[in-house]
């Protein structure tokens, strides 16, 4: 997908899981999974929530600057056209 078509939204599937560490004396920790739905159907694998959390920020980023710039063109061609008019 070219970065003149982002989409306008984006779909993930989250899963969150524990697992207990190697002898019982060890907290249970947690792990992380994320799916893009999409036609790739993408799968990531994260061992903390900071981190799935830092991908999911810089994925929607993207998105968010797709639409800055998107929003800043609008804003030129309405300048071109009211200086076109005067």
């Not at 920020?57 to 071109?80: H, P």
Request: glycine fraction near 4%; proline fraction near 2%; include cysteine.
């Amino acid at each position: 997908m070219s970065d003149a078509t982002l989409p306008t939204y984006r779909s993930y599937l989250v899963r969150c899981w524990q697992e207990q560490g190697p002898t019982s004396n060890q907290a249970a920790v947690w792990h992380f999974s994320l799916m893009i739905i999409d036609e790739k159907r993408t799968h990531y694998g994260f061992s903390d929530l900071e981190a799935l959390v830092e991908f999911l920020q810089s994925e929607l980023a993207i998105t968010e600057l797709g639409k800055e710039v998107s929003d800043e063109l609008s804003e030129v061609n309405e300048t071109a056209d009211f200086d076109a008019k005067n």
